[in-house]
């Protein structure tokens, strides 16, 4: 009666979050790289674990297949149809494979139990405010987006949605933590799937 439940997939689904600026598309890219190093056989042997990973790029998920609305052309961002985002993503997310990285500017909007670990990446006021100026965002979006960042909207929406030990805050303010932040998720995966069994 105490047998552990068999899990859905046998690669952890990963949400990569973060205020926008703070280094998602950076960081899943980065990752990216790393699955298909592993998949050429090229990469690390410690990056072996990593072959049935799969970046989604959830922002060419909205565009292409029509999860949205419209262009919010003052706000510079599509209108997003979550429910249409979700029916798009569920079979990759529920997959018995899984492996799905996901990169979105919120998390709460995935079922707990399509989840495995979710990355809140963090960075601070000066150099959110240096990237989101190169982007050339309109001011209030700009001030909209360090308000959130200074606030911890999505810590804290990651930690009201999902269960505490899959919740990791990583500081995403210089090159150095982006490879130090890539080393521990590829880490985590690998230890994931240890404890799998798979
Ligand atoms: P996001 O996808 O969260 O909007 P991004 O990955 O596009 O963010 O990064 C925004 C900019 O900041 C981009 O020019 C790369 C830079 N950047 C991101 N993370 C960084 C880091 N840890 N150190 C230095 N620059 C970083």
Request: glycine share 6%.
């Amino acid at each position: 009666d105490d047998a552990p439940a068999v899990h859905p997939r046998r690669n952890p689904n990963i949400i990569i979050t973060g205020t926008p600026g703070t280094g998602k598309t950076t960081h899943c890219e980065a990752l990216a790289a790393r699955i298909e190093a592993a998949v050429a056989g090229t990469g690390p042997e410690g990056d072996a674990a990593l072959a049935e990973l799969r970046h989604i790029a959830v922002n060419d998920v909205v565009r292409d297949r029509n999860c949205h609305d419209g262009w919010d052309a003052e706000y510079q961002s599509w209108l997003v149809d979550e429910d249409k985002l979700l029916d798009e993503l569920e079979p990759d997310m529920t997959s018995a494979r899984g492996g799905c990285i996901i990169d979105w500017h919120a998390c709460d909007l995935f079922p707990a139990s399509w989840v495995d670990l979710v990355v809140v990446l963090t960075a601070n006021t000066e150099s959110l405010y240096d990237r989101l100026a190169l982007r050339k965002y309109p001011e209030a979006k700009m001030q909209e987006n360090i308000d959130a960042e200074i606030m911890q909207v999505l810590l804290t929406e990651a930690h009201e949605a999902y269960e505490p030990e899959i919740v990791v805050e990583l500081a995403s303010n210089t090159p150095e933590d982006m490879e130090a932040n890539v080393d521990r998720i590829v880490a985590w995966v690998t230890q994931w799937r240890k404890d799998q069994g798979v």
